[in-house]
């Protein structure tokens, strides 16, 4: 799967009506093209962070068949992305996007909650 980077730019463009956060229409498409690769058109994208990582905290992905107690669901394109209770409030109010480039292609994390980010990207610190 791509890799992600956390970006502490501006702060992501408020989510659309109810969404805890927002999905893309890049990301739903990267996601579902990878859903399909897989052959289960009953995977979900499961985002979460654990500690880790140079600045603490670490986001991951990875694709789950279930939906858990608790989890927040955001539905875009027909493509569901889970967040658990302790990562939603890591994540709450943050842009999951995917972005192709000349430094490659690659999930992007916006998150207003990160106060700092290591120089790759894939590990913060929270406000």
Do not use: W
Not at 29 to 35: A, D, Q
Not at 99 to 109: C, K, N, S, W
């Amino acid at each position: 799967m791509a890799t992600a980077t956390a970006e502490t730019a501006a702060p992501p463009a408020a989510p659309v009506g109810d969404a805890p956060l927002l999905f893309t229409d890049a990301a739903a498409r990267k996601v579902g093209e990878l859903i399909t690769g897989e052959g289960n058109p009953k995977l979900m994208l499961r985002v979460f962070v654990q500690g880790g990582g140079c600045s603490g905290l670490q986001y991951g992905f990875e694709f789950d068949e279930q939906e858990q107690e608790g989890d927040t669901r955001v539905e875009n394109q027909g493509v569901q992305l889970l967040i658990d209770p302790m990562s939603f409030q890591y994540l709450g109010g943050a842009e999951i996007d995917f972005r192709e480039g000349l430094d490659g292609a690659q999930f992007v994390i916006r998150n207003p909650n990160a106060q700092t980010t290591c120089g790759c990207g894939s590990s913060f610190t929270p406000a």
